[in-house]
T-cell receptor, first 115, second 113 residues
Framework: AQSVSQHNHHVILSEAASLELGCNYSYGGTVNLFWYVQYPGQHLQLLLKYFSGDPLVKGIKGFEAEFIKSKFSFNLRKPSVQWSDTAEYFCAVNAGSGGYNKLIFGAGTRLAVHP | EAGVAQSPRYKIIEKRQSVAFWCNPI?????LYWYQQILGQGPKLLIQFQNNGVVDDSQLPKDRFSAERLKGVDSTLKIQPAKLEDSAVYLC???????????FGSGTRLTVV
């Protein structure tokens, strides 16, 4: 069955600390992976996505993620977090075929950054 | 480009009452999704439409939930009767057919008391 696992449910960091959020997936087809962010009271926004090619993907706001096929992982990183990064982060895999694709999400990681 | 519009933003109902949510996707987006996001969990797909046809409703509790997209544009999701465990944010998303550019609405937060 298709699934996404996020290891950390809550992460608390101080500003300027480095961030790494874990994501592992289980999917047998062609893998398309996403990280979404949800700021308080706002809709889900795409941070970055991986379809093919360079396994190190750079996204918006200084985020990046690395696809490691052998580990079925797609971890999100940021070298130095800011208070404004406080949000919930969701890893997702695109499942389906024939144009009938859908996103399967992990449970999310709630990040709190303290000044 | 206008985003995915959802209404209402918030709804509080008593258990056993009925409720309906509305979604207006981005113009031209053939595929429309309804997700349920329970507090502390990731969004879970309830139903997927391609134009006005249902592609996947395997996780829709069909004894109480129904959804339609009659003209292949707007969609409504209904719960009748509601249970306490239906308290969640209901997200609508859309994308063009064969494309991976999903756009999400702000959601409707339902509280069942």
């Amino acid at each position: 069955a298709q699934s996404v696992s996020q290891h950390n449910h809550h992460v608390i960091l101080s500003e300027a600390a480095s961030l790494e959020l874990g994501c592992n997936y289980s999917y047998g087809g062609t893998v398309n992976l996403f990280w979404y962010v949800q700021y308080p009271g706002q809709h889900l926004q795409l941070l970055l996505k991986y379809f093919s090619g360079d396994p190190l993907v750079k996204g918006i706001k200084g985020f990046e993620a690395e696809f490691i096929k052998s580990k079925f992982s797609f971890n999100l990183r940021k070298p130095s977090v800011q208070w404004s990064d406080t949000a919930e982060y969701f890893c997702a895999v695109n499942a389906g075929s024939g144009g009938y694709n859908k996103l399967i999400f992990g449970a999310g990681t709630r990040l709190a950054v303290h000044p | 480009e206008a985003g995915v519009a959802q209404s209402p933003r918030y709804k509080i109902i008593e258990k056993r009452q009925s409720v309906a949510f509305w979604c207006n996707p981005i113009s031209g987006h053939a595929t429309l999704y309804w997700y349920q996001q329970i507090l502390g969990q990731g969004p879970k797909l309830l139903i997927q439409f391609q134009n006005n046809g249902v592609v996947d409703d395997s996780q829709l509790p069909k004894d109480r939930f129904s959804a339609e997209r009659l003209k292949g544009v707007d969609s409504t999701l209904k719960i009748q009767p509601a249970k306490l465990e239906d308290s969640a944010v209901y997200l609508c998303a859309s994308k063009p057919k064969g494309h991976y550019g999903y756009t999400f609405g702000s959601g409707t937060r339902l509280t069942v008391v």
